[in-house]
């Protein structure tokens, strides 16, 4: 069963707007990662912020991290084209091994 | 390799035949894992090996549902008797020891008429 829930489910947006995806879980976790999937590369593995801490960056991805909230967020800067995918959350579930995944947001970059 | 691999990449099978999937994860991971994607879903966990050992077998949804990994490389995912609703997106994910990254493959795509 999915544990995550993002929102929002599709979001359309402007090249070189910012893009701003959000995640709940429902377990303890280790850690929380966040992937890509397009037709193209298939899955790809973007950011990973452990459970203590709140916000961690790379490139133009910024990753929070609420535990009491039990929520992150992904956010995309200056988008392109090429940064259209799906996004998925993904929690560890708190055993560091299967990953328990969210229904995932579909963004769409228009250039 | 440079990366997970997967064959075949589609396989369309009639519905009560068996099918067998396989991954080739990148050489060195210790971990493997199944998941199961269906149209407009977000993948989910089958099962996990860590070498040849099946340490988590509990998102297999029914026992047509096996699979192997005896020499701690490849794995191959069979479904006997398929049913329409296996129709799904089955993906390959591998790990390095100590990291949490998973790599993915691109995924076989199976489609039960």
């Known amino acids: 069963s999915q544990q995550g829930e993002e929102d929002p489910q599709a979001l359309s947006i402007q090249e070189g707007e910012n893009a701003t995806m959000n995640c709940s879980y429902k377990?303890?976790?280790?850690?929380l990662q966040w992937y890509r999937q397009n037709s193209g590369r298939g899955l790809v593995h973007l950011i990973l912020i452990r459970s203590n801490e709140r916000e961690k960056h790379s490139g133009r991805l910024r990753v929070t991290l609420d535990t009491s909230k039990k929520s992150s967020s992904l956010l995309i800067t200056a988008s392109r084209a090429a940064d259209t995918a799906s996004y998925f959350c993904?929690?560890?579930?708190?055993?560091?091994?299967?990953?328990?995944w969210g229904l995932g947001t579909s963004l769409a970059v228009n250039p | 390799g440079a990366g997970v691999s997967q064959s075949p990449r589609y396989k369309v099978a009639k519905r009560g035949q068996d099918v067998a999937l396989r991954c080739d994860p990148i050489?060195?991971?210790?971990?493997l894992f199944w998941y199961q994607q269906a149209l407009g879903q977000g993948p989910e966990f089958l099962t996990y090996?860590?070498?040849?050992?099946?340490?988590?077998k509990s998102g297999l949804p029914s026992d047509r549902f096996f699979a192997e990994r005896p020499e701690g490389s490849v794995s191959t995912l069979k479904i006997q008797r398929t049913q329409q609703e296996d129709s799904a997106v089955y993906l390959c994910a591998s790990i390095r020891g100590g990291y949490n990254e998973q790599f993915f493959g691109p995924g076989t795509r199976l489609t039960v008429l």
């Open positions: 377990t303890s976790i280790n850690n």
């Open positions: 993904a929690t560890d579930g708190g055993n560091n091994r299967k990953l328990i």
């Open positions: 050489s060195g991971h210790v971990s």
């Open positions: 090996f860590q070498n040849e050992a099946q340490l988590d």
